[in-house]
């Protein structure tokens, strides 16, 4: 029998006292998904790259409203929708 890289060749160089065959490897559980928070359950995210000044304004501006920058997004896009003919859709503005 070929002595390669198989178990039985490693278990009888063990044997004889040649190379020791490395430790098991630990078996490790896969980390579960995190469940979907309630308030985002049946919703999806919408994202964009912009510069720094304008989540910085964003942000400012929520502040001084008293609201949050979700809130002032969906009013935002609710306007870009009535502009373009379209109905308002998004929800908790």
């Known amino acids: 029998m070929a002595k390669g890289n198989t178990l039985q060749a490693m278990l009888d160089r063990a044997k004889t006292g040649g190379?020791?065959?490395?430790?098991?490897t630990p078996i490790v559980a896969p980390t579960p998904p995190k469940p979907a928070q309630a308030g985002r359950q049946?919703?999806?995210l919408i994202g964009g790259h912009f510069a720094p000044e304008v989540s910085t304004q964003l942000r400012i501006l929520a502040a001084e409203e008293g609201t949050t920058v979700q809130s002032l997004l969906g009013e935002a896009l609710n306007d870009l929708?009535?502009?373009k003919g379209k109905g308002r859709v998004a929800r908790g503005v």
């Open 19 to 24: 190379d020791t065959p490395a430790p098991p």
């Open 42 to 44: 049946g919703t999806k």
């Open 81 to 83: 929708f009535v502009k």
